[in-house]
Nanobody, 113 residues
Framework: QVQLVESGGGLVQPGGSLRLSCAAS????????MGWYRRTPGEERELVATIAGGGITNYADSVKGRFTISRDNAKNTVYLQMNSLKPEDTAVYYC???????WGKGTLVTVSS
């Protein structure tokens, strides 16, 4: 069993930045891939970014060049640095231990002027 707790969401103006954190209750090195996903009302949850234990990353085309995923295995934490935010990035962002059943409860990001 593992608990994933997201933080760092909030309201930001277009063009602004936020950094999301996902704190795990146990060693995230147990999970080769960690990821961030997001969902807007009425839409399916979509992949934002994933990171492997060795550091290889993968991004949705919509966030490439603007978002950066990273992980600190010593702190059992995964981060999502979001820059140049757009209104269409507004969503609930979820942390996920990929290929497992473990999801966080989400943190809301609202991009609006």
């Amino acid at each position: 069993q593992v608990q994933l707790v997201e933080s760092g969401g909030g309201l930001v103006q277009p063009g602004g930045s936020l950094r999301l954190s996902c704190a795990a209750s146990r060693n995230i090195f147990d999970f080769n891939f960690m990821g961030w996903y997001r969902r807007t009302p009425g839409e399916e949850r979509e992949l934002v970014a994933t990171i492997a234990g060795g550091g290889i990353t993968n991004y949705a085309d919509s966030v490439k060049g603007r978002f950066t995923i990273s992980r600190d295995n010593a702190k059992n934490t995964v981060y999502l640095q979001m820059n140049s935010l757009k209104p269409e990035d507004t969503a609930v962002y979820y942390c996920h231990a990929v290929y497992s059943a473990y999801w966080g409860k989400g943190t809301l990001v609202t991009v609006s002027s």
